[in-house]
């Protein structure tokens, strides 16, 4: 190889671990751009576990549940415990998530215990209806 070709290519690796760290967005960020397009809605106490079509962890910000073509976002206490690489155990009793409830995390890989949150009010979003 060339001096030339070498010199290319050792800006190449010192300029990729930059990118890298450049691209990774912090959980606040990544619910930012979420909610993009949305507004948010007066909170509620409870949602209908049975709804909910879809969970999202947002690393040590929040949990973002979807129901239809609302995005409800909880911001739980001890929050910062979040992973998105956790699965979430929630026991229920009346079919619904609510306030006072905890949620366990649990290691995706060894499913081992690794902390809780407790659920907080939920927010809902909805689609900002554009102005024609």
């Keep these: 190889m060339t001096a030339a070709a ?3 290519m050792a800006t190449g ?3 990729s671990p930059a990118l890298a760290a ?3 967005l912090t959980g606040e960020a990544k619910l930012a751009k979420l909610l993009e397009g949305r507004e948010a809605g007066k909170p509620v106490s409870c949602i209908s576990s049975w709804q909910a079509r879809e969970t999202r962890v947002i690393d040590g ?3 973002v549940y979807r129901v239809g073509g609302t995005l409800y976002v909880n911001r739980p206490t001890n929050a910062d415990m979040l992973d998105d690489d956790d699965i979430l155990v929630t026991r229920q009793h009346i079919g619904q998530l609510c306030r006072p409830d905890t949620v366990q995390l649990h290691d995706r890989t060894s499913f081992f215990y690794s902390g809780f949150v407790g659920l ?3 927010v809902p979003y909805r689609k900002v209806a554009s102005a024609n």
Excluded: N
């Design 120 to 122: 907080q009010d939920f």
């Design 22 to 24: 450049k691209e990774r």
């Design 61 to 63: 910000t929040a949990i």
């Design 6 to 8: 070498l010199a290319v």
């Design 13 to 15: 690796l010192v300029a």
